[in-house]
Every structure is written in C-alpha cells, then in structure tokens.
C-alpha cells in the first residue's frame, strides 16, 4: 500500500505574466508619449516658433521637425505665406458661390467724420501677411487685435482730412493707398512683424439718417451739372460758329483792302508811264488818249452823223424815218 509522501511547493514559482505586460504596456505608453511629443510636422505654408520653458530658441521649416519632448519645448505655428485680411465694417459669414454677409451692424468700427464735418459709413477690407513672425508673436502683445486697432485709426484720420464728396466719390483709391503706406509705416514702427499688401474700400455710404438729405443734395449737384454742361454745350456750338465768322470778315476785309491798295497803285503807276510819255511829247500823247478814248466812246453811242459847224441847212438830207426819229428821242 502506497503512502503519499509530502510535497515542497516553495520549490515551484508560477510566473508573473500580468506583471510584465502591465510594464510593457506602460513603457510603450511611455514611448507613444515621447515620439508624440517629439515630433511634429509644419505644413508648407507655415513655420514653427519653438520655444524651451517659455524662451524663443528657433524657427522650424516647413516638413518633419524635431523638439524635445514632455512640453520642454513646444511648438506654435505661422501661417506666414497665407495672406489674411480684416474686415470692417461688416463681417463675411461664408464664401461660396455667393458670399453671405452678417446683418448685425458694425457702426463702432465704419462711421467716419469727414473734413466738412459730414458723417460717412466707411466699409473696408485689410489684406496682410506675416512676415516675421518673431516680431509677431513675441514685441507686440495681441499683434491681431493692435493690428486692428491701428487700422481704425489711420482711416478716420485720413478720411478725417478729406470731404464727404471725396470720401464716396473721387477720392477712394487715394485714401485706400494713402491709409495702407501709413499702416505699413506704423507697422515698422512699433515692429509687429505684418506686411501690408492692399488696403481696398469696400463701400462708403452716408448713415441711414441721413440718406434722403444727401440724396437730394446729389440730385440738385446733378442738375447743377447737367445745366453747366448744357451751357457749355451752346456756348462751344454759338462761339466757335461766330469767331469763325467774324475771322471770314476780317480776312475778307484784308483781302479787299490788299485788291484796292494794288489796285490804286496800278492806276498810279500807269498814270505815272502815261505823264512821263506825255512830257517826252505832249501832242502826240494827248491826241493818242483823244482817239483812244473816243475808239471805246463811239461804239457805244449808235448812229452818228458828223458835219462842219459852220454848214447850215442840211438837216432834210438826213432823210429820218418815224422810227429811226422815235429812236433817235429816246436816246437823246
């Protein structure tokens, strides 16, 4: 008969499984955390400020980058090749096929006192870029909102030195050109890190109140125009036609004098030939100009009939008809 002997189970040892992959998990955990916080990647149109504790130490490239993990370093990121704007005035909702604008009114920011002390809604819109972002982040506090404000204030001086009717009208792309090279100026100045690209007026209007009064102050400035311009429309038809006229005159008269003037002096100096021939030989002459004179006379006189002075008693033999008679009268 068998007799059970007694068994040492110290000598046995179950092993720790859960242990060991209770640890395993934790190290992989803690390896996940540390390549986590290790690596980071900036898209092409950014780049990574890294600050460790808190101070500035470099800027990351676009790609794959490495920091020290565990929040010793970390990472903030710059949109710095992506243009972005300010809206004010109004705000866009959304930008689809067609932009949606928000219906709250934004009177704080748009209206304006003009230089003749007339009120003006002014709308517009600031495109910019960050073009250091060291500056932009670390020598002014909020850069986005001092941005914004600097903004606001640079447009109501300028349109502050101008009229209401330069401000809707003539004088839009000035003051848009003149308030973005004042923008850019202060902008260095106070070294925000912001490029300016464009300020563009969006739309200027008279406030609410006032729109009926300022639409009828443009429609007499409207009539006042048509009117200059139908005037000036008879004044170009009636003067130039009159100058015109009165120029054919003078030149008419001019001409008319110069025909004259040659003319005299033709006679004169014909007169002058004919005195000279005359005092080479006074008869001759003076008979020459008797026979021509008579040559252009006598054709025109008709019928002659020359006789002696001293003869007497011949008119019967000039044999008169009734009509010839009849004739002869109405001539004389």
């Known amino acids: 008969m068998s007799r059970d002997l007694p068994v040492d189970f110290s000598k046995f040892q179950i092993p720790d499984i859960e242990g060991r992959t209770i640890r395993w998990i934790v190290v992989g955990i803690l390896i996940f955390i540390l390549g986590f916080s290790s690596f980071f990647t900036v898209n092409p149109e950014e780049v990574g400020v890294i600050l460790r504790f808190g101070k500035y130490t470099r800027t990351a490239n676009p790609g794959m980058n490495f920091k020290l993990p565990l ?71 909020s850069a986005t909102l001092t941005f914004r404000d ?52 969006q739309d200027v209007n008279p406030p609410d109140s006032v729109k009926p009064a300022f639409n009828e102050v443009n429609e007499a400035q409207q009539e006042r125009e048509k009117l200059i311009n139908q005037a000036r429309s008879e004044y170009n ?9 009165a120029s054919r005159t003078i030149e008419e008269a001019k001409g008319y004098a110069i025909e004259r003037v040659n003319q005299a002096r033709g006679e004169a100096h014909k007169f002058s030939a004919i005195f000279k021939e005359y005092s080479k030989a006074p008869d001759v002459t003076r008979q020459r100009i008797y026979l021509e004179t008579m040559s252009e006379i006598l054709p025109k006189v008709g019928r002659k009939l020359i006789t002696d002075e001293k003869t007497t008693g011949i008119l019967p033999l000039f044999q008169f008809t009734k009509e010839e008679a009849k004739k002869e009268g109405n001539e004389k």
Do not use: H
Request: charged content about 30%; aromatic content about 8%.
């Open 71 to 141: 929040g010793i370093e970390e990472v903030t990121k710059v949109p710095v090749e992506r243009q972005l704007k300010l809206e004010f005035g109004f705000r866009t909702e959304a930008q689809r096929d067609r932009s949606k604008y928000s219906t709250r009114a934004y009177q704080q920011e748009s209206l304006m006192l003009t230089g003749d002390l007339n009120a003006s809604e002014v709308e517009w819109i600031v495109q910019y870029r960050i073009a250091d972002p060291y500056k932009f982040l670390f020598k002014v506090r």
């Open 150 to 201: 600097m903004n606001e204030a640079l447009m109501r001086e300028v349109v502050g030195d101008r009229s209401v009717n330069e401000v809707l009208t003539v004088g839009r792309v000035e003051i848009a050109a003149t308030v973005s090279g004042k923008l850019q100026e202060l902008c260095d100045q106070y070294e925000t890190g912001i490029k300016v690209d464009q300020v563009v007026l």
């Open 237 to 245: 038809q009636v003067i130039p036609k009159a100058r015109g006229t």
